[in-house]
């Protein structure tokens, strides 16, 4: 019996209800914890968590896509756009530079609507940098204000570092 998980495959349900889902088990988990074990180091070691996890699902969105440049990074979008998830407007898309912004974010609206914007922060909003790390460790990501932090917009900005490395992935 191998010790490998399967692909997953859960972003066919949509990464917003993909989310929701996560944050309603989630949430409750970490507050008892955190009630246990203490609530600032439960909640550093889950944020470490997404951070591996986003990275793991890098890698592998890259296998998917076939390839690990920022086209194939800005084709992926659709996986976080799905049902409106996610209003974009995109400000520069060339080989180097893929920015954008967000107009509407249902993630926040969704985390807020739960009472969790805190942790909306930690399990979405973290991943965003770190999630392409995995897909290719040469993209450069800068974002400086969030829907989910107060701001009327998110700024999105991943750029090829000067050494890139990208590669056809099969």
Request: with cysteine; net charge negative.
């Amino acid at each position: 019996m191998s010790d490998q998980p399967k692909p997953d495959t859960l972003n066919e349900v949509g990464v917003l209800k993909r989310r929701e889902i996560e944050a309603r088990i989630v949430a409750p988990l970490l507050e008892r914890l955190g009630q246990e074990f203490g609530e600032e180091r439960v909640y550093e070691l889950a944020r470490e968590v997404v951070v591996e996890v986003a990275q793991a699902q890098g890698a592998e969105l890259a296998g998917h896509m076939g390839g690990n440049d920022l086209a194939h990074f800005a084709s992926s979008m659709d996986n976080w756009t799905k049902g409106g998830a996610l209003e974009i407007e995109v400000v520069e898309q060339t080989d180097e530079v893929f920015a954008f912004n967000v107009m509407r974010c249902r993630y926040a609206e969704m985390y807020r609507d739960l009472g969790l914007a805190d942790l909306g922060a930690a399990l979405s909003c973290n991943r965003d940098g770190t999630m392409v790390e995995g897909f290719n460790s040469n993209i450069e990501f800068t974002r400086t204000q969030t829907i989910m932090s107060g701001a009327d917009h998110c700024d999105f900005e991943y750029r090829i570092g000067e050494s890139e490395t990208s590669v056809e992935l099969s």
